[in-house]
Structure formats: structure tokens, C-alpha cells
């Protein structure tokens, strides 16, 4: 018999050993084999320790079982969890292995000559390696530091938000019971293992449950619909710009397909969008497909989901409803005031599903909170008629692309070291598909930089998404009487018709 540990996430897994857990690649593993496997991971991990003792241990692993059997190992041998991104440069995840203080770092053999060059910071291990060691394990407290994500904020730098085990069991049961999940629930998950809407909303909340979460090696969306036409799958999630590739691929089929499509997808029993804000254009077009009113959410990694529209009842769109369960919100002024109802104010959420710290970062922490512990999110938002509907961030340096929440800072400051970029601007422009792009006004150095160019020295970088998809240049950047760049006039140098759909 299975010991247990005193993590619930664990604990529920026993009572559905039989029943499948991840389905990825055709093929199937029960809650059993997670448990199995993420126990001699565990044991691998620990070594002749009794407890990692919140060790940070990172890890690299395509979505999927073994992915699941890393984050499970590691927190049953009592360490933090620290998920990469295949996607990101060396630079970027060696910031985050020197950030955390990592002791460790996993990776599966596909990714092990890409990790290889930062053997030399933290100990590389090897997924097939972890398996042969004897012991027991820890018991693990719910107060236990669990996993470390990154998140760009205004200060230009990623920071780690650290989220404890019992904040991650106040994240996952909120939405359990707002979405009513239960075990005989299926759901494809197409989203990075590296952000918490794949990571909770979906991984974690079908594991709680006793359900099936299958992944797909890689997205498309002829692979997406050809999994829906297996007749498994019950639940999908996905930020706006995959719904609108799906809505692209769609109108591309014969009209045969389209009606075994839409057939299949209104026996979905819910479909939730989030991550950035969803164009009604989107939401009109998928009801039309799938004869679904997408169900709309916000949230951040600071804290999990914190309102969402209902699971019964009217979903209005522009509008993100109201407060999950265990989670209280209020909307304030400059002066940390509440506002009455109708009235613009920053949202404000309080909850045991709130993170406990940036990772190393004091000031920041305690920046991100009032005196009296509201968690102050940046983002601006009105009550009308019984719901929250957002109005925009606070910053207009946090830039919302492709369900990526993205610093315009952190950008501007790599493009300076460029020798040919003199100064420079980053700000966010709508745009139908991807919510926001980046768009870069540039002032020239010695000579004028080639965009194409610049777009690749970045993505050796930084990560992909964070890469300019417009640039501009100009003698100057518009300031204000300080000194300071005004981004609102910036916004406005860029031609929309080069960006809207």
C-alpha cells in the first residue's frame, strides 16, 4: 500500500489507481503507474537525504507522463518545483536556474544536449536515471513551499512566484467545484506546462478529480479537431489565439467535416477561455462552431484564477463574472479606497489561493501588497449589473500576447545593448488574433538597424513570443515634461492597418 504523505493531490490519486490519468502519443497511464513512477523519481531525488527540504529542482520534460512524474517527484521528496520552457534561450533559463538557486535539474533525453551547456551551473540528471534507490518518504506538509513560475513585471526582470502547496490546493479546488469537474472528465491540453493555466487549470484540476488529461506532442489544429472527433474529450481550455487558429482551420474544411466537428463539439460539456482578453468576434464565431458560449476567467500566476464567469447561468461577453469560491475581491482608487459601484478601480484579491512570495525578492513582495494584505493585481476593472468586466493594466508596460503576460522593459533593455540601437520604445498593439503584439520604435545608432535582423539577434535572446512583430523608427521617443517615454503616444506612431485583421 502506497504511504501517504499528507498532500492531498497525492492522496486522492489512490483512490483511482485504476483509472486513467495522462493520455499522450495513443497511449494511456493509469493514476497507479503516475504513482509508481513519480515515487521512484522521488526516492532517485533524495538520495541518502530525508527531505529535500524545499531544494529547488528544476526540470525540462515534453508535456506529457514524464513531465507529470518530474513535478510529482519532486514534491513528494519534499523539493520546489522549477518547470523550463523548451522554447526559451539558454540565457533565459540560466537566469532562472541562478534565480532559484537550482540543486537540480531534470531533463528527458530529447533535451539533454540542449541543456548540456548549463551542466556547469546547476547538476544535470537524467530523466532514465532516477529510478533505482530503496527508502521511504517524507511527509510533506500543505505550508510547504511547492513550485516556482516566472513572471515578467515592470522592473524588466522575471521574477519566481513562489506558490505553496496549500495555495495550490486553494487554486485547484476553487475551480473544481466553480466548474463542477468530475472523474469521468477528459481534457486536451494543448497549453505550456511552464504557466499556471496549463499547470492548474487543467493538469492539476483533472488530476484532483480523478480524471484524464491528454496532451498533444505539438499543436495543430487539425490535430486538435481530429482529437475531439475520438469522442473522448469533454473539457477544453485555450487562450483566444488558439481559438482563433481552430476558427482559421475550420472555415478551410469541406462543409462535411465542419458539421462532424460541430457535432462533436456540442457534446463538450464546458470550454473556457482566458489568459487575455477574448475579442467578441472570437467568442460569436466559436458559438457559432461549437453552439458554446466560451466561459470566460481571469486570473494571473500571482494567484491562480480568482473570478470567472458561471458554469450555469448567463455568460456576458467583455465580461470576466464574478469571485471563486474562497476568493474575495474589491475594486480600489490611487488611494486605496474601495469605489462604488459603476466606477473604475484597480482589482484587489485576498485568498488563501494568493502566492506567498517573489522568490528572493523582499521589496518586490512587498510592493505587490497593501498594509492590510490585498494583492494588488495592476489590472483595472468596473462592477456592472452583478459582474467584473476589465477595462486595462495600471502599468501600459505589461504587454498581454498570446496568453503570454510580456515586460515592454525587459525587452527595451536588451534591445539597448544592441550596438546600432540607440534608445528605444516597447509597447503593446491590438490585435484581433493574439490580443496584443509588440511593436518597437527604435532610435538609431551609428547606422540604422535591418528589422529582420534585429527580430533574430532578440530570439538568441529571449524567448520567441517576446520578440518585436512591428518596428518603427524615429529621430526620438515622445516624452513628457520629465523625461519619461509617454507609451501612449507611442501606441499611437504605430499604422493600425499594418497590424488589424
Not at 526559451?88 to 531533463?107: K, N, W
Not at 533535451?111 to 536515471?129: R, W
Request: aromatic share 8%; charged share 25%; hydrophobic share 40%.
Amino acid at each position: 500500500m502506497e504511504k501517504k504523505n499528507s498532500l492531498r493531490l497525492i492522496e486522492r490519486a489512490l483512490e483511482h489507481r485504476e483509472r486513467n490519468a495522462i493520455q499522450c502519443m495513443g497511449t494511456a497511464y493509469t493514476y497507479g503507474d503516475l504513482l509508481e513512477r513519480s515515487r521512484e523519481i522521488a526516492l532517485g531525488l533524495l538520495g541518502k537525504a530525508d527531505d529535500l527540504k524545499e531544494a529547488r529542482v528544476a526540470f525540462l520534460a515534453p508535456a506529457g507522463f514524464e513531465y507529470v512524474c518530474i513535478q510529482w517527484g519532486i514534491w513528494r521528496a519534499g523539493g520546489i518545483a522549477v518547470p523550463l520552457c523548451e522554447k526559451h534561450p539558454l540565457p533565459s533559463m540560466e537566469y532562472v536556474l541562478r534565480d532559484t538557486g537550482a540543486t537540480t535539474l531534470i531533463c528527458t533525453p530529447e533535451y539533454a544536449e540542449l541543456l548540456g551547456p548549463l551542466s556547469s551551473i546547476t547538476p544535470l540528471v537524467h530523466y532514465g536515471d532516477l529510478g533505482k534507490a530503496e527508502g521511504s518518504l517524507p511527509a510533506i506538509g500543505a505550508d510547504r513551499r511547492a513550485m516556482i513560475l516566472y513572471t515578467s513585471g515592470t522592473t524588466g526582470s522575471p521574477k519566481g512566484v513562489v506558490t505553496t502547496h496549500a495555495g495550490l490546493e486553494a487554486q485547484i479546488t476553487a475551480l473544481t467545484q466553480a466548474w463542477q469537474w468530475e472523474a469521468d472528465d477528459h481534457i486536451l491540453n494543448v497549453l505550456p506546462l511552464h504557466h499556471v493555466h496549463g499547470i492548474v487549470n487543467m493538469l492539476c484540476c483533472a488530476l484532483w478529480s480523478g480524471a484524464c488529461c491528454e496532451f498533444l506532442p505539438k499543436f495543430g489544429p487539425g490535430k486538435v479537431f481530429d482529437a475531439f472527433r475520438r469522442g473522448e474529450v469533454n473539457l477544453f481550455m485555450a487562450v483566444p489565439t488558439i481559438y482563433f487558429k481552430l476558427i482559421a482551420h475550420y472555415q478551410e474544411l469541406p462543409e462535411r467535416e465542419q458539421a462532424e466537428i460541430s457535432m462533436c463539439l456540442k457534446g463538450f460539456r464546458l470550454m473556457v477561455s482566458g489568459s487575455a482578453a477574448l475579442p467578441v468576434s472570437v467568442l460569436e464565431q466559436w458559438k457559432a462552431i461549437s453552439g458554446h458560449t466560451l466561459l470566460e476567467r481571469y486570473g494571473m500566476t500571482e494567484m491562480g484564477m480568482a473570478i470567472s464567469n458561471p458554469y450555469e447561468g448567463e455568460r456576458r461577453p467583455g465580461y470576466i463574472g464574478q469571485p471563486l469560491p474562497g476568493v474575495t475581491v474589491r475594486l480600489v482608487n490611487d488611494a486605496n479606497e474601495e469605489v462604488p459601484e459603476g466606477s473604475p478601480g484597480e482589482i484587489q484579491v485576498k485568498g488563501a489561493n494568493v502566492f506567498s512570495e517573489y522568490w528572493g525578492k523582499p521589496e518586490a513582495t512587498r510592493e505587490a501588497f497593501t498594509e492590510d494584505g490585498w494583492f494588488r493585481t495592476g489590472d483595472v476593472a468596473v462592477w456592472e449589473g452583478g459582474s467584473y468586466r476589465i477595462l486595462g493594466r495600471n502599468s501600459v508596460d505589461i504587454i498581454k500576447s498570446g496568453g503570454y503576460k510580456i515586460s515592454a522593459l525587459e525587452i527595451e533593455e536588451v534591445l539597448r545593448t544592441h550596438e546600432q540601437v540607440g534608445d528605444c520604445g516597447v509597447v503593446g498593439i491590438p490585435d484581433e488574433e493574439w490580443g496584443e503584439i509588440i511593436g518597437a520604435a527604435i532610435v538609431a545608432g551609428p547606422h540604422r538597424p535591418d528589422p529582420e535582423e534585429l527580430s533574430e539577434w532578440l530570439r538568441t535572446r529571449l524567448p520567441g513570443y517576446k520578440t518585436p512583430r512591428e518596428y518603427i523608427f524615429l529621430d526620438e521617443l515622445p516624452r513628457n515634461v520629465l523625461g519619461k517615454v509617454t507609451k501612449n503616444a507611442l501606441k499611437d506612431l504605430f499604422d493600425p492597418s499594418t497590424h488589424s485583421r
